[in-house]
């Protein structure tokens, strides 16, 4: 049973496994088959990245995606807390908005941010990206915040309320700490969701403010087909979500449906 | 709690959680309701980027939607769509159910490989697109190798049109089994192992356990993790752009890909726009059929 496992892994993850070694490959030994088990890795198509264009929407992807969670989780924080203690009536209604705005097709946001960038000249760049980042950014904080303070109990709010420390001092002080793991995982999920993007990078940006995704899928169609340099821009973009997806494994299934399952 | 305060210390929770959600609320308002407000309002328009005319004329608000009904292209990428939502949702259920139900055991081996099974969900998904491309393209592809050296002539599959279809099918499954798989362990392991245990003393077999016990119990968990891959079937974006363009012909474009060309390849933004209101319609529909079926509007923890 257990190498039946092992052999499905391999198997499922071949195709990922390919296109990482096709990074180190030179040309001529990306299109010799069968493949060399040993080849002579080279770092070239690395190089060649690093002293493209290639770098500064790698940074753009970096800026863009951190100030979009930073953002998200300063609005969110606040409101997924006073959501869980505080019983509205709207619940239902905001929950469905919501897991609405999350489940849109991209278009439907594209075409009026895009019309809208046009005047207010936020085309091509980070501030026009941080903000329709947060259409999705923001509505996981808040789903992703809320179950954990569901789960801290109200006595220890109401402790330090009556030892005179004001509202806000509760939440700041006791509640905030408190909630640190699920905060520096919510963060991760915001990171990588913005970091992932590819739909609105295309069309909101064209060379200032382009994300490393677009900056990949340009290598294909202007420059040729430059496998070992498309495999090694693939690989770095890869690379932080795979570090961060397995520290946060645990949330990931709750980031992706809100909490339509529990545990 | 403090009695003698209370009616005053009820007021002032209530100011400052009213203070903690109205950040969020007017933002949500402002980066999501007034941009689907515009959109609805563009639906009503013909407008297209080349005669900014257009704009603002509602004169007739309802040609964009009479279209709808008489552009067959459309009708011909819905079509695609309901093919590629009922393949991918399939596959990746079954296959996601079998390989959960495999690695339901607790051996240090089984579980590192239950992370290493979810790479493909978490890659980017223009990572997954490319890594794809490197399959389907016959000069570099590993696949295309082994076919050639067992003397099999086999087209690329991106390119042909019975198979276009085909092979973003199988790109979607393979990104995407890991969630189906996730979320069935997740419930696997809720499962109540006593009802296990009684089964077993019954003289259960195995394939009895999983029929009568297993499967009813994951049911649920099996509807909602489809009604998830349903509404992101119909997001479907970077695999078609990056793998086959819609092609060859529109064999390969779905509904979100077709509007996404009216607006952007062709400049019909007000054509566009009540695709896309449609889309947003079902996606809509689809959300609060999620609401329902976990229940989530009266839980109450």
């Known amino acids: ?263 | 709690m403090i009695p003698e305060r209370s009616a005053s210390f009820a007021r002032q929770q209530h100011r400052f959680f009213a203070f903690c959600v109205a950040p969020s609320l007017a933002a949500l308002a402002l980066i999501t309701l007034l941009p689907a407000l515009y959109l609805l309002a563009t639906s009503f328009t013909q407008l297209s980027l080349t005669r900014p005319e257009t704009q603002w004329d509602f004169s007739q608000p309802l040609e964009s939607y009479r279209q709808l009904l008489s552009d067959s292209r459309l009708h011909n990428s819905v079509w695609v769509q309901v093919k590629l939502s009922f393949w991918t949702v399939l596959l990746q259920l079954l296959i996601g159910l079998l390989l959960a139900l495999l690695l339901n055991m607790r051996t240090r081996l089984i579980e590192a490989l239950r992370t290493v099974f979810l790479i493909p969900m978490v890659l980017p998904p223009i990572v997954v697109a490319i890594i794809w491309k490197v399959i389907y393209t016959p000069d570099i592809s590993p696949m295309h190798g082994i076919f050639r050296a067992l003397g099999w002539n086999v087209p690329a599959l991106i390119t042909d049109p019975d198979w276009a279809l085909t092979s973003i099918i199988i790109a979607d499954t393979w990104e995407w089994f890991p969630f189906t798989m996730l979320m069935v362990l997740a419930a696997l392991q809720m499962m109540p192992q006593e009802l296990l245990d009684a089964a077993k003393v019954d003289g259960a077999s195995p394939w009895q356990l999983t029929r009568h016990i297993t499967l009813p119990f994951i049911r649920g968990v099996l509807l909602v993790a489809g009604l998830f891959r349903l509404i992101d079937s119909i997001k479907a974006f970077p695999l078609i752009f990056i793998l086959t363009d819609g092609g060859p012909g529109s064999l390969t474009e779905v509904t979100n890909y077709y509007s996404y060309l009216q607006a952007f390849n062709f400049s019909y933004l007000g054509f566009s726009s009540a695709i896309t209101v449609a889309l947003l319609a079902a996606t809509i529909v689809l959300s609060w059929v999620i609401v329902r079926a976990v229940g989530w509007g009266t839980k109450i923890d």
């Open chain 1, 1 to 263: 049973m257990q190498s039946l496992a092992l052999v499905l892994v391999l198997l499922a993850l071949a195709p990922f496994l390919w296109l990482l070694l096709m990074s180190f490959k030179t040309n001529a030994e990306i299109f010799r088959f069968p493949p060399r088990l040993l080849f002579d890795a080279t770092l070239a198509n690395y190089a060649a990245l690093w002293t493209s264009e290639f770098r500064n929407s790698f940074v753009n992807s970096l800026v863009v995606s951190v100030a979009s969670t930073v953002l998200s989780l300063l609005i969110g924080v606040p409101a997924a807390y006073a959501l869980s203690r505080w019983t509205t009536r709207g619940g239902g209604a905001i929950t469905l908005w919501i897991l609405a705005s999350r489940m849109a097709p991209p278009i439907a946001f594209t075409i009026p941010y895009f019309l809208v960038y046009r005047h207010l000249e936020l085309l091509d760049t980070w501030t026009g990206l941080i903000v329709i980042y947060l259409t999705f950014n923001l509505s996981l904080v808040i789903w992703m915040m809320r179950p954990f303070y569901d789960q801290l109990p109200r006595s220890l709010e109401e402790a330090a309320w009556i030892d005179g420390a004001t509202m806000w001092q509760g939440f700041y002080r006791i509640i905030l700490p408190l909630s640190g793991p699920g905060l520096a995982a919510t963060a991760i999920l915001c990171f990588l969701f913005a970091w992932n993007d590819f739909f609105f990078a295309l069309i909101l940006t064209r060379t200032e403010a382009m994300t490393a995704p677009v900056a990949v899928v340009n290598f294909m169609n202007y420059e040729g087909w430059e496998w070992g340099r498309i495999a090694a821009g693939g690989t770095m973009i890869m690379l932080p979500v795979l570090v961060f997806s397995f520290v946060v494994r645990r949330y990931l299934v709750h980031g992706l449906t809100g909490g339509a399952l529990k545990g």
